[in-house]
């Protein structure tokens, strides 16, 4: 499952990132694998997600979202 797939406020834990060019970025914005992830709110028409990362707050698009390996803390 992917943070893309989310639902709000549920509390999550960051399984892993898929590699991509974006990975290092991610992980420089505190998505790294072990912490908690929870959905705040979803735009609609496939737009941006805004998630709780650990008391950071973090707007990623669909796309970015999907990069994000999550499972059921």
Known sequence: MTAAGLKINQIYEIERITT????????????MPGKSISLLQKAPF?????????GNIL????????????KVA
């Open 59 to 70: 707007a990623l698009r669909i796309e970015e979202a999907e990069l994000i390996q999550i």
């Open 46 to 54: 496939k737009g941006p997600m805004a998630f709780l990362i650990e």
């Open 20 to 31: 991509s060019p974006l990975m290092v970025r991610m992980m420089e914005m505190g998505v």
